[in-house]
């Protein structure tokens, strides 16, 4: 490729190659009108970063700023507890862990007749519970001597708990003077919780029945002076074997004879081929 | 730090004219040659190669400037030093070639010399002088357009299909004579004569126009060396030389 030298400053000279490209390039002693045919071509600079990287921080920045508030609020909204409310209605109340219901779906058909434009956003549980109640009454669902059953749901035993009593109270204290009704309050944890109570004899009404009464149970503790099973003292090395097991093979329930059963009882219709 | 600053102001100022460019390089000459120096590890004259790819590493250091990556004379001299190491591996690998200006035999005399010369010098040196004549003339008709060569070599095309887009326009004037005569008169690049006619992007050719006016003016008349160095263009694709 040839190179004709079109300009010449200082640090640099201007040359047109052959294919028409105008062309920067280190200045050896070209003079303008000389035709040569190597040259070191000046390199572009690397595009100029324009000091304003801290955009890019900002905006990195910014962007976790959101993903942070947008978990925030999506664990603000997410369903911490739920509180079943059945009249003949039956709703589902989906709370937060600040007792602002998130969700309210109606379960049956009248739930939903109950719960259709009903605005429950930023509502705390307390209100929404009031406020279908006294809509449940306004349409005909809750009368006088009805029933409200509440079933609560939650992974927190003690949400449950505590919410049992204060929910009912408050019900009880919306509906005075208003109607009464019989609140039922349910507890429902995630956990299977097993309770052992334990029972005293005298004390329980177990074998009460109509079939009579059950012999009394009795703890083998308790009656071990009666007990067939003899006592053993520590440092006793006898065998086991004098447990009314004779050595013979023979024991107190008599020979296998004496059982009362006939070999000719064991005849019967079927014939023996 | 108040001398850092003077550097600095300068040298975005030498980013954009080429004068103060090469007033400021000229005012660091001994820090390029001492950098050079350095570099190839004994003193640098201006007949070296390596002073002048110094002088070239030091214009890239000025255009490629930016004041928040610290300050200017470090980042020359690394650029310096970076251009000289490309340099000396690319002459090592001609390492076992042999060079005419060698010394060949006892006498001193060069390969070279002893070669004969086939050449007329007398030839060539008119030959120069004409080609030097013409560039001057194009010079000064550019300068009426407000162009240099030095902005024509910025804004000359880079890419192969963009370098084909521009030639197939300078070849659709070259053949159309009238457009050149216009050019010369209004002053004006008819761009939207020349995208019709060559199928080339408008955009393509408003985004090269200084090298696309540059090239149509040596179509005009008067430039027949540098046309000549251009067969490749105008011969493209049919095209044929003004």
């Known amino acids: 490729m040839k190179y004709l030298v079109m300009e010449c400053h200082l640090s640099y000279a201007v040359v047109l190659d052959e294919e028409g490209r105008f062309l920067k390039a280190a200045n050896r002693q070209y003079r303008v009108g000389q035709t040569v045919t190597e040259i070191i071509e000046m390199e572009a600079p690397p595009p100029a970063k324009n000091g304003k990287r801290w955009i890019y921080s900002l905006t990195a920045l910014a962007a976790c700023l959101m993903v942070m508030v947008t978990a925030v609020f999506q664990v603000a909204q997410a369903p911490f507890a739920s509180v079943y409310m059945s009249i003949n209605p039956e709703v589902r109340i989906d709370v937060n862990r600040r007792d602002v219901v998130v969700g309210l779906e109606g379960v049956n058909s009248d739930g939903q007749d109950l719960t259709q434009g009903y605005d429950f956003r930023k509502k705390d549980l307390d209100l929404v519970m009031d406020e279908l109640v006294d809509r449940a009454i306004d349409m005909g669902y809750l009368y006088d001597g009805g029933q ?17 009593e204060t929910l009912s109270a408050h019900l009880s204290q919306h509906l005075s003077g208003k109607l009464s009704a019989t609140i039922l309050v349910n ?72 059982s009362g059963y006939d070999e000719d009882d064991f005849d019967s219709d079927y014939e023996k081929d | 730090m108040e001398r850092e600053h003077q550097i600095i102001q300068r040298v975005y100022e030498a980013k954009g004219d080429n004068r103060k460019a090469d007033d400021l390089i000229r005012d660091y000459i001994p820090f390029i040659r001492s950098e050079a ?9 201006e007949q070296d190669d390596t002073y002048s790819i110094a002088m070239i590493a030091f214009h890239e250091a000025i255009q490629g400037y930016a004041k928040g990556r610290g300050a200017f004379l470090p980042y020359a001299a690394l650029r310096i030093r970076s251009r000289i190491i490309d340099f000396q591996r ?22 070279l010399d002893t070669l004969a010369d086939p050449r007329d010098h007398f030839e060539q040196t008119a030959l120069r002088d004409a080609t030097w004549q013409e560039i001057q003339e194009l010079s000064a008709v550019m300068a009426e357009f407000g162009v240099s060569f030095s902005d024509v070599a910025d804004h000359s095309p880079k890419q192969e299909r963009t370098l084909e ?29 020349l995208a019709a006619g060559s199928g080339a992007e408008r955009k393509t050719l408003e985004r090269h126009r200084k090298y696309v006016l540059a090239m149509l003016l040596i179509q005009t008349n008067g430039y027949e060396i540098i046309r000549g160095h251009l067969k490749r263009v105008l011969n493209r694709k049919g095209g044929m030389a003004g």
Request: charged letters at 30%; glycine letters at 10%; hydrophobic letters at 25%.
């Open chain 1, 148 to 164: 409200i059953s509440l079933t609560l749901g939650a992974d927190d035993q003690e949400w449950v708990v505590t919410h049992s």
């Open chain 1, 187 to 258: 507890g429902q944890t995630a956990q299977s919780t097993q309770v052992v109570i334990p029972v005293e004899p005298g004390e329980s009404d177990y074998g009460m029945s109509d079939y009579g009464q059950a012999p009394p149970v009795t703890r083998p503790s308790e009656e071990g002076e009666d007990s067939d099973y003899e006592d053993r003292e520590e440092g006793d090395d006898r065998p086991y074997g004098d447990s009314g097991y004779q050595e013979d093979g023979q024991t107190d329930y008599g020979e296998p004879e004496d």
């Open chain 2, 37 to 45: 120096s350095k570099c190839i590890g004994r003193v640098c004259t």
């Open chain 2, 90 to 111: 690319k002459e090592a690998r001609h390492q076992g070639d042999l060079s005419l200006h060698e010394e060949s035999g006892e006498d001193g005399q060069s390969m």
């Open chain 2, 165 to 193: 887009a521009c030639g197939a326009a300078i070849r659709y004037a070259a053949e159309n004579r009238a457009l050149l005569e216009e050019l010369l008169r209004t002053k004006k690049l008819p761009l939207a004569q």
